[in-house]
C-alpha cells in the first residue's frame, strides 16, 4: 500500500504560479511511477503530467507543454508540480498517482487498485 497527500494548492490570479507536492508513504521501496492528474467541475479526470521513477520520462498533456514542469525526490518521496501561465479554465482538483507502469502509459485508466491515488488538492484560477 502506498499514501499519497498532495499540497500546495490555493487561489492564484490568472498567469501566475503554484507549485504542487505529494509526499509518499508506505510501501516506497518499489520503483513507482507518479503522475498528475486534474478535475474540473463537469468534467472527466485527465492525466497532465507523469514521471519514471529515475525521472528520464516526462510526458506532458499538449496543454500544459512549456508551462508545467514535473519533479521527483526519491530521497524524499516526494513529487512535484511546478505550474505558471496559469488560466481560469485550469481550476480543478489536482490529484497525485502511483503506479508500476510506464510514464508514458499514465493516462491509461487501470483496473481498480492498480493505482494509487490522493484525495486531491485544490487549485482555483482567478480571471
Known amino acids: 500500500q502506498v499514501q499519497l497527500v498532495e499540497s500546495g494548492g490555493g487561489l492564484v490570479q490568472a498567469g501566475g504560479s503554484l507549485r504542487l507536492s505529494c509526499a509518499a508513504s508506505?510501501?516506497?521501496?518499489?520503483?513507482?511511477?507518479m503522475g498528475w492528474f486534474r478535475q474540473a467541475p463537469g468534467k472527466e479526470r485527465e492525466c497532465v503530467a507523469a514521471?519514471?521513477?529515475?525521472?528520464?520520462?516526462?510526458p506532458y498533456a499538449d496543454s500544459v507543454k512549456g508551462r508545467f514542469t514535473i519533479s521527483r525526490d526519491n530521497a524524499k518521496n516526494t513529487v512535484y508540480l511546478q505550474m505558471s501561465s496559469l488560466e481560469p479554465e485550469e481550476t480543478a482538483v489536482y490529484y497525485c498517482?502511483?503506479?508500476?507502469?510506464?510514464?508514458?502509459?499514465?493516462?491509461?485508466?487501470?483496473?481498480?487498485?492498480?493505482?494509487?491515488w490522493g484525495k486531491g488538492t485544490l487549485v482555483t484560477v482567478s480571471s
Open positions: 508506505g510501501r516506497t521501496s518499489s520503483s513507482y511511477t
Open positions: 498517482a502511483a503506479d508500476l507502469g510506464t510514464a508514458q502509459a499514465m493516462g491509461v485508466q487501470l483496473p481498480l487498485g492498480r493505482r494509487y
Open positions: 514521471i519514471s521513477w529515475s525521472g528520464s520520462s516526462t
